[in-house]
């Protein structure tokens, strides 16, 4: 779990195609205290994409991404250069500044505008519909890891105001129109909806809330 509070912008160093399509993903960071220590099977947020660390050195790791994640994500769009916004998993221990991130994403959309304003940046965004649902105006949303607040909500796409220190600080100030970003919705609003849904289930249906749906979902 994570809480969509980037700590570094890393940079990748490498892109292998391995065996049944999947891609090998070396990145580059700069060594702090916030990175030391990384360990193979560790979890890290990858533009806010859970993905397991495999191989590791000083300034380095490496990842294995394979087909469900490639067809979901940005991830397969990444070149050599490419930055990237990382995450480390959460402790215990560790302020909750963000929201619970799981980094399950839900899909990849487009920057519909991208609006300077006196002292921030509105970034808009365009939404699949069928997620419509799941986004409310001044609730949780993440955007390639970044744990952001919805400020504006339209039919077909919504707008996050980005405040200097995030836009130094992230991947953001590389943006611009008609770039993919990754998305991932609330969690507590996807159990919210799923209650509702159960609520108004007839007589005798069963939930779709399964075991498997909840290890989906990362619990």
Request: net charge negative.
């Amino acid at each position: 779990m994570f809480t969509g509070i980037i700590k570094h912008v890393g940079r990748v160093r490498g892109v292998t195609r391995r065996e049944g399509g999947a891609l090998r993903l070396m990145v580059l960071y700069t060594n702090s205290e916030e990175f030391i220590n990384l360990s193979p099977d560790e979890s890290i947020s990858i533009n806010g994409v859970c993905q397991t660390i495999v191989t590791c050195g000083e300034g380095w790791f490496e990842v294995d991404t394979v087909e469900e994640t490639l067809g979901k994500t940005t991830l397969g769009a990444l070149q050599n250069g490419s930055l990237v916004n990382l995450e480390r998993a959460l402790r215990p221990i560790d302020r909750l500044g963000g929201h619970f991130v799981l980094g399950h994403v839900d899909c990849a959309a487009p920057i519909h505008d991208i609006r300077q304003l006196a002292s921030s940046l509105e970034l808009w965004i365009t939404f699949p519909q069928e997620f419509s649902h799941l986004l409310v105006s001044a609730g949780s949303i993440t955007i390639d890891g970044i744990s952001l607040t919805v400020a504006r909500l339209k039919a077909d796409r919504f707008a996050v105001a980005i405040i200097p220190f995030t836009f130094a600080h992230t991947t953001i100030n590389d943006l611009k129109t008609g770039d993919r970003v990754n998305l991932e919705f609330d969690i507590l609003g996807k159990y919210v909806a799923r209650q509702l849904a159960g609520a108004s289930m007839s007589v005798g249906e069963v939930s779709k809330v399964t075991e498997e749906w909840l290890m989906q979902q990362g619990f």
